[in-house]
């Protein structure tokens, strides 16, 4: 079985791909489950020599995955270049944060007896990753389990396996057979994933698919990330490239970032000039350009209904620069919506588009509550020459990640995770490996009878 593969700069069909099906799904995870006795029980080191040239491949290879990805997601080159680079970045950091890793106290903490912590591998992960970034949101999730020991199967989304098939195949070679699988498909696909013999679901998604995951997983580990609506609160003494860095990071990947910037959140007595200038900075920002379409028609669809839905009383739209033959993709538009009431679609659910909306607020306080009012807890910036004023309202915002005078700034060794509904655990730095590994305490009684 087969599914067509649709180029989202076009609208028209690019290929095909294989659409998984129990036998497949089954197949792949008990390859990963032989591949796991062999794969588990090198040493950190040995580990970390494979994983490095793993990412010495996709860096050899970086013109070939930079194609993959802007096929399925119509980037522009500049981010799938930036993209794959962070990759092999990724898995040179775990292949090193794997034989540093701090553990508990160990030694004669009982009389008579020595006590220490053994990490074990969780075993065979299945890692459900969405289309917004395949490769890269792979990588976050692949990295960290491989270095700590664990196999792994992987599902791509639907419109977007390229990346992923050709890793699986560079992996198959520097790894080893079975150590990282790949399964295209469909939604059914990633069911079968989460329902079959792996110990571990690890899944980047929507809330409503995330809960099913969690569902169908049982009492087995789930390590979730769902989704943001990122605020960003700017103060009327925010510096001068305030709106223009927003719109730079609201429409990176079309906006298509669970932790881009969404919801502007302004005082009154600035709320007018945010408003304009965001405007101003946004209709610079040009489709096809500056940044790609949105991936697929269901989420150009989706986007277009709740602009649509939208009670915005005042509002500011940028352009299109497709190319020849590009007409029928599905580019949008930077745009922004003010005036906004507080319980806007455009404000209260996940847009995933080049979409900023602004609101007002009296005081920081009320701000703050505009900022933490909604459900999903990702990210978050605070915009303010005042930097003890923006470290206190950092610490106050209630996202797994918050930053001030600046948004998207984002690197291996920093944890990224989400709260509320935006999921649990986490993504990157040393802590992700949590996430893949279950501690063991051993405890010998060495003293006299």
């Known amino acids: 079985m087969k599914t067509t593969l649709t180029d989202p700069r076009t609208g028209l069909a690019r290929g095909t791909a294989p659409v998984s099906r129990e036998r497949e799904v089954a197949g ?3 390859a990963a489950r032989a591949a796991l006795p062999g794969w588990s029980a090198l040493t ?20 070939e995955y930079a194609a993959c990805e802007r096929a399925g997601t119509g980037k522009p080159e500049p981010e799938t270049a930036g993209e794959v680079a962070q990759v092999a970045d990724l898995f040179r950091f775990y292949a090193t944060a794997a034989r540093t890793r701090t553990v508990p106290a160990s030694g004669a903490l009982v009389a008579g007896h020595e006590s220490w912590v053994r990490w074990e591998p969780v075993g065979v992960v299945g890692v459900v990753v969405p289309w917004n970034y395949p490769l890269m949101m792979a990588a976050w999730r692949c990295a ?11 599902k791509p989304a639907e419109t977007t396996p390229d990346s992923l098939v050709l890793l699986a195949s560079h992996a198959a070679a520097v790894l080893g057979e079975g150590v990282l699988q790949v399964v295209p498909g469909d939604r059914a696909t990633g069911r ?5 013999a792996v110990d ?22 789930v390590s979730l990330e769902l989704g943001g ?19 730079e990071a609201a429409t990176y990947n079309a906006g298509q970032s669970c932790a881009a910037p969404a919801r502007v959140i302004a005082l009154a007595e600035n709320y007018d000039r945010v408003v304009a200038l965001l405007g101003a900075a946004m209709t610079e920002r040009v489709a096809g350009r ?35 033959g590009e007409e029928k993709g599905y580019w949008r538009p930077a745009r922004v919506l003010a005036d906004l009431p507080p319980a806007d679609p455009a404000v209260t ?26 459900p999903q807890a990702l990210a978050s910036s605070v915009w303010t020459t005042d930097l003890e004023r923006g470290i206190d309202l950092a610490s106050r915002l209630d996202a797994g990640e918050a930053w001030v005078n600046c948004h998207l700034v984002q690197t291996a060794e920093l944890p990224h995770g989400g709260r509320g509904s935006s999921g649990h655990g986490t993504d990157l730095s040393v802590l992700a490996l949590d996430e893949y590994q279950r501690p063991k305490t051993v405890t010998v009684r060495v003293g006299r009878p």
Not at 291 to 312: E, H, K, M, T, W
């Open 28 to 30: 792949a995870v008990a």
């Open 44 to 63: 950190p080191r040995e580990r970390a020599v494979r994983l490095g040239l793993l990412a010495a491949t996709v860096e050899a290879e970086a013109a």
């Open 144 to 154: 960290p389990a491989l270095a700590a020991g664990n196999t792994v199967v992987v």
């Open 192 to 196: 079968l994933l989460v329902e079959s």
């Open 200 to 221: 571990m679901v690890a899944f980047t998604g929507s809330p409503e698919a995330g809960r099913d995951v969690a569902a169908r997983a049982g009492t087995r580990r």
């Open 229 to 247: 609506n990122a605020p960003a609160i700017v103060l009327p003494d925010a510096p001068p490239q305030t709106c223009a860095a927003l719109a």
């Open 290 to 324: 500056d940044f790609g379409p949105l991936n697929n028609a269901d989420q150009a669809a989706r986007y277009d209904r709740i602009v649509a839905a939208s009670q915005a009383g005042h509002s500011a739209t940028g352009t299109v620069e497709a190319a020849a």
């Open 349 to 374: 659910e996940e847009v995933f588009g080049p979409l900023l909306t602004v609101e007002r607020a009296a005081t920081v306080e009320e701000a703050l509550a505009l900022a933490n009012s909604v």
